[in-house]
């Protein structure tokens, strides 16, 4: 057991290094962040809406920015490993595919929680949206909708990585199972724009936790025939 975390520590900080050097899917978050932020932005602002509709419009034109950037920035996810033949050297090593999925989902999530961070940031700025006092509960909710995702995105981009149209056909298999999140995450976070927090015991809370299990489970089943394929 002590070998199996002592090798995934390795296989995350592998994944950090890599990332750091290329920045293959931070830089594509971020731009596609900015872009849709400022689009959405423009797009509220030139609707001329009543006051009181833009904060009841502000989770779901959240999570539909959020869902969208995550998943089609995941197409680069893979970029290293497969120009690189990285995950045949892993293999060969003996790191087997649970390993090499649950430090990916580690590090994806991760990222993509910053990205949230940003995105709320951002739509706040341009919906004139003051989320100070609401940013603890906003917090908790991406840091679970990143690990829904993570899960989910790690295990597809995979599935994808071999497909000449992966940019089209990733998002296309993804977000269709990403509807359960998407309800959950809107119905959570109006909650939480409206009191304030999260209310754990909530049933949104549990088709996230319900869906990251499923989602995990099924990769690091299947981690290891995907990525040998």
């Known amino acids: 057991m002590r070998r199996w975390v002592r090798v995934l520590a390795m296989l995350i900080a592998k994944e950090l290094r890599l990332e750091a050097r290329g920045k293959e899917l931070s830089v594509l978050l971020l731009c596609t962040s900015i872009i849709t932020s400022v689009l959405v932005g423009a797009g509220v602002s030139g609707a001329v809406l009543q006051p009181d509709v833009v904060p009841r419009l502000f989770p779901m034109l959240l999570w539909i920015v959020f869902l969208l950037s995550t998943t089609s920035a995941s197409v680069r996810g893979n970029e290293h490993e497969n120009e ?107 909650a939480v724009m409206i009191v304030g927090s999260v209310d754990l015991s909530s049933m949104w809370v549990g088709i996230m936790v319900v869906s990251f299990t499923l989602f995990g489970l099924v990769g690091i089943n299947t981690y290891h025939e995907v990525i040998s394929e």
């Open 84 to 190: 690189g033949r990285g995950y045949e050297g892993l293999l060969l090593c003996g790191v087997t595919g649970a390993q090499m999925y649950v430090a990916k989902v580690v590090v994806w999530a991760i990222i993509f929680a910053l990205n949230w961070v940003l995105l709320c940031s951002l739509l706040g700025i341009a919906l004139d949206q003051n989320l100070i006092s609401v940013a603890g509960g906003l917090l908790v909710v991406g840091l679970l909708a990143s690990l829904v995702l993570a899960s989910l995105t790690v295990l597809t981009s995979a599935i994808a990585a071999s497909a000449a149209l992966r940019g089209a056909i990733l998002p296309l298999v993804t977000l269709p199972l990403l509807f359960p999140l998407f309800f959950a995450g809107i119905e959570l976070t109006t």
